[in-house]
């Protein structure tokens, strides 16, 4: 009986096959960000920040007993390019009840006025991009053009529930700096997106937006609300795909934003790197964050609300870790705050880091250029926010994986 690491290791020849949708191959990726004599600067790093430490327990610098006796592969479902195959169609299949990914282009406004990017400089233009969802409800996207030259980048930045603007102006100035072109975007009745929607029962009546806890009544066998999170991102990327043809696609996201970017770049080899930030926890882990107790997540991200949708004998959100990460110039790096004052905090990632880090690897061939993930544990901070050392990561990643024309 062959072994589970001889049919890891037998998977490289499909991984090119599965990833074919990918926006680059391999060719189009260089190493770029270098220093002095040509080489290549060492990723930033930054030490514990001690005033912060000194506010937590023991339980912030402890693995759980959540994590004691638990075989982390196993868990991991994804063993094989069929499974990358396989796994990506279903999480499809059920968004959208079999129909596929949706290929409709959304309304586009240009040249508009958006005050809550005001303070931005260097925007040579922003376009919002109008996105019709069922039961009356629309997205709203607003797709930024840098005033510099543009570098055939385009970086998906996602906020979460209600989070304050400052880490999404700081973070979409940085890529703007760097000639990105950014495309932002907002949860389901959630700031720019707040909106009133039909009722299920009667789509003639038009009832208050709803948090999304109380997205039950909407979801059924021939819709899922899942489509209200995901199929924006869809809709906008064809639309970015079919006009001006970006050599990349990096996607950033924080908190639920976080959540969006995992399960998005998992289910769309289009998305080249991914940084969801303080988004999620495996399962198993969930009970076990010090602080809240426990962290649970939001309706979208449980399997009590959405059971069709997280299944399985292996943990959904591991398996979407690798998904996320394999294919030609692909990547995710994790991030998650180990003094969050909301969500995923503490240590217990570190008992999948390095599992989830080698699946990639084995799954990608030992080459980096066909796949790679790691985490980073930001403790320089006791925010729930994307902090400047994290921001500094992310940017060192993206420009040492940078893209030759």
């Known amino acids: 009986m062959s072994s589970r690491r001889s049919v890891l290791g037998g998977v490289l020849g499909g991984i090119g096959a599965m990833a074919a949708g ?26 514990v920040n001690q005033e912060s430490a000194a506010k937590f327990g023991p339980e912030y610098k402890t693995l759980p007993a959540a994590v004691a006796g638990v075989d982390i592969e196993p868990l991991i479902g994804v063993a094989s390019a ?4 396989a796994r990506r169609q279903r999480m499809i299949d059920y968004i959208w009840k079999g129909a596929g990914q949706p290929k409709t282009l959304p309304a586009v406004e240009s040249g508009v006025s958006a005050p809550d990017f005001a303070s931005l400089t260097g925007v040579r233009r922003i376009d919002l991009l109008t996105v019709p969802l069922r039961y009356q409800v629309s997205a709203k996207v607003y797709d930024l053009v840098p005033r510099r030259a543009w570098n055939r980048r385009l970086a998906l930045y996602h ?14 100035q940085a ?13 389901p009745f959630h700031h720019w997106n707040q909106q009133q929607i039909a009722d299920p029962a009667d789509p003639s009546k038009l009832l208050p937006g709803p948090s999304h806890r109380e997205l039950p009544p909407w979801e059924s066998a021939q819709f899922s609300t899942l489509t209200f999170f995901l199929e924006p991102l869809t809709v906008t990327l064809n639309h970015a795909l079919a006009t001006y043809r970006p050599a990349s696609v990096e996607m950033i996201g924080l908190s639920g934003g976080g959540w969006t970017t995992t399960v998005y770049s998992a289910l769309d080899p289009r998305i080249t790197r991914s940084y969801p930030v303080a988004g999620s926890l495996p399962f198993f882990l969930r009970p076990a964050s010090p602080k809240p107790s426990p962290t649970i997540g939001d309706f979208e991200q449980t399997r009590a609300a ?33 003094f969050d004052e909301c969500c995923f905090n503490g240590v217990g990632h570190r008992a999948y880091q390095a599992p989830v880090r080698d699946r990639v690897a084995l799954l990608a061939g030992g080459r980096p250029e066909q796949g790679r993930w790691d985490l980073l544990e930001d403790a320089t901070h006791d925010d729930h926010t994307i902090s400047p050392h994290a921001l500094s990561v992310i940017l060192w990643d993206l420009d040492t994986t940078n893209v030759t024309t």
């Open 22 to 47: 990918a926006v680059m191959t391999p060719a189009a990726r260089a190493a770029s960000a270098t220093g002095h004599g040509g080489k290549v600067a060492p990723r930033p790093v930054a030490p």
């Open 159 to 172: 906020n979460g529930h209600g989070e304050p603007f400052d880490t999404m102006l700081r973070v979409v």
């Open 82 to 85: 069929g499974d990358l195959t």
């Open 175 to 187: 890529l703007l700096d760097r000639g990105y072109r950014v495309m932002v975007y907002a949860m």
């Open 306 to 338: 959405l059971p069709g949708f997280y299944t399985g004998p292996s943990d959904d959100f591991l398996d979407m870790y690798v998904l996320a990460s394999i294919g030609p110039g692909r990547g995710q790096l994790q991030i998650l705050n180990r």
